[in-house]
T-cell receptor, first 116, second 112 residues
């Protein structure tokens, strides 16, 4: 049973290019979360999605960032016109369906984005 | 806004010494989770605490949830070099809040 799969592991983009980060949740998990981690810092919430729905995007920058989790295929975090400040590790996590409780996340290995 | 404070930020210990990290919230929590992230790795779920005053153990790790459900601690007895990493608490303010709010973590280094 594969865990949370993220790709690519490393991504280098020039300023102004687009970055697409992909995440396939663990089998049986219907909730996907994206977090950003700057070097030597904690995990900052970006967005929470279920299939075809954005549940909470309160942590997402208003411009250049978007996320989706289509009916078929992985969740995508898209960053348009990247800037140096976007360089970070982006982690995706998944959890099972909520049934009156919260569950621990299973994290992917992350995508390390470097903007040059 | 709702924040969770984690202290200390860094802890350096000699192998064999004990280690404790604390997580504090100004708001009552629904539950709290703990994660470990090795250097260069990704966070790995350790445990979830739900009940007031709850104490759980995993080998040398002891997790506590405060009576008021506003604070928690993770204690490691007799640290080993394999314990190095950053320990994060992650909180939920209500049962149906999907997202976790993470503390800034405590980074543990262990000198052999």
């Amino acid at each position: 049973n594969a865990g949370v799969m993220q790709n690519p592991r490393h991504l280098v983009r020039r300023r102004g290019q687009e970055a697409r980060l992909r995440c396939s949740p663990m089998k049986g998990h219907s909730h996907v979360y994206w977090y950003r981690q700057l070097p030597e810092e904690g995990l900052k919430f970006m967005v929470y999605l279920q299939k075809e729905n954005i549940i909470d995007e309160s942590g997402m920058p208003k411009e250049r960032f978007s996320a989706e989790f289509p009916k078929e295929g992985p969740s995508i975090l898209r960053i348009q016109q990247v800037v140096r400040g976007d360089s970070a590790a982006y982690f995706c996590a998944s959890s099972p369906r909520l049934e009156g409780g919260n569950y621990g996340y299973t994290f992917g290995s992350g995508t390390r984005l470097t903007v040059v | 806004g709702q924040q969770v404070m984690q202290i200390p930020q860094y802890q350096h210990v000699q192998e064999g010494e004990d280690f404790t990290t604390y997580c504090n919230s100004s708001t009552t929590l629904s539950n709290i989770q703990w994660y470990k992230q090795r250097p260069g790795g990704h966070p790995v779920f350790l445990i979830q605490l739900v009940k007031s005053g709850e104490v759980k153990k995993q080998k040398r790790l002891t997790f506590q949830f405060g009576e008021a459900k506003k604070n928690s601690s993770l204690h490691i007895t007799a640290t080993q070099t394999t314990d190095v990493g950053t320990y994060f608490c992650a909180v939920h303010y209500n049962t149906n809040a999907g997202k976790s709010t993470f503390g800034d973590g405590t980074t543990l280094t262990v000198k052999p």
